[in-house]
């Protein structure tokens, strides 16, 4: 049973969200205003809590930091309702706490579908709580008394072994933890993306942030929020020491030096994988090139035995005929006839120089393809190496978007 508590004052909206969610799995408690919902909370305890953003009294982004503030109710999933659905009004919202964002009017389904994922969340992120504290806790005491440059000098040699995109990311946010900073982070490899957080969660507007954020722009911060830019990377840092100035600005110097260095093995792991899947592209067609040559064998063999036994048969013919008759001018007609047919028929059924052609035609296709494409990974990586050793550095406060 899934428990929602509802914070809205639009009577309207209380009865569409009542049909659309009450059920035999889920319960719906509602409070008129923000004050009225910090009180019900903690008693009620739900699962998700559905926000309205402009309520009489305190709004729902008020209600939202107070909620977060109390110890009962500062990790409940929290969806805001709101007619507004800028990249600003989604960022004020993800800054207050929020975990995702609706906007009026919305489709039942939708607001189902939302419910649904919110509510899985929740229940990993208690599962995982308690291991990524324990995690986090024996990876800053390993590292205790290590400078700030010196963990990103580990981070720098280390990223040169890892194998894999998910090594990699597990090392960035190992080292951003010893930074005491969480983050996310979207990744773009393979013209796929895909989503990594040090905590193992990316909550739904996390990811609308990433996307929506300007790319081109090495630093978009927003509150305690940071978004770092690089092509293949985006990382969201979760809690920027904003407080501390000068730590605040040891982290902008340091954090570009972090995403850089995965960006540059991000390059080289999408190579790789792009090789692999042409070494598995070339095995295929060698492979194909086998069969082709088979094929051609096993035509050759049966045409010579066909061709074989029309031979035998027409000379079989032309000896009767002869046993029958003389060798008057007709019966020379006839058997130079029967000759030359019985040779064209062996030469039509022994030449198989357009099967073989065909065969050298598609092999030659293949192994062009392949080499083409060789070449084209092979000059991408070699591009995107220069891009990064000659790139000038961006990272001024004049490539600083601020919200």
Known sequence: MITILAIDDDPFIQKVITKALVSEQSTVVFANSGEQGIEKAPEVNPDVIILDV????????????KLRQLEATKHIPVIFLSAHSSLEERMKGYEVGGDDYLSKPFESDNLKAKIAVLSKFQHQRKELVDQFQMAQQAAVTALTGSSELGLAMQFLEKSLSFDSLEELMFGLFECAARFDLGACAMVRVANNIQWFASDLDVSPIEKELLEMSDHSVRFVDFGHQTIVNYPRVSLLVRNM???????????????????????????????????????????????????????????????RR????????????????????????????????????????????????????????????????????????????EQSQKVIDSKPDNSSDDNIELF
């Not at 402009?54 to 930091?65: D, K, L, R, S, V």
Request: contains cysteine; negative net charge; aromatic residues 4%.
């Open 306 to 381: 066909e061709g074989k036994g029309k031979a035998d048969k027409q000379l079989l013919e032309v000896h009767s005929q002869l046993l029958r008759m003389g060798l008057d001018e007709d019966q020379e007609d006839f058997l130079l006839e029967r000759i030359d047919e019985l040779a064209n028929d062996l030469v039509s059924n022994l030449d198989a120089g357009q099967e073989i052609r065909d065969v050298l035609s598609l092999t030659m296709t293949d192994l062009k393809s392949l080499i083409i494409n060789q070449e084209h990974i092979l000059s991408n990586f």
């Open 54 to 65: 402009e309520m009489p009294g305190i709004n729902g982004y008020q209600t939202c930091e």
């Open 241 to 303: 020491p904003i407080e501390e100035a000068d730590r605040y600005g040891r982290m902008k110097d340091i954090l570009p030096v972090l995403v850089s260095a995965a960006n540059v093995k991000l390059s080289a792991i999408e190579t790789k994988l792009s090789l692999n899947q042409q070494n598995e592209d070339m095995l295929s067609s060698f492979m194909n090139i086998r069969r082709y040559l088979y094929h051609l064998g096993a035509t050759i063999i049966s045409n």
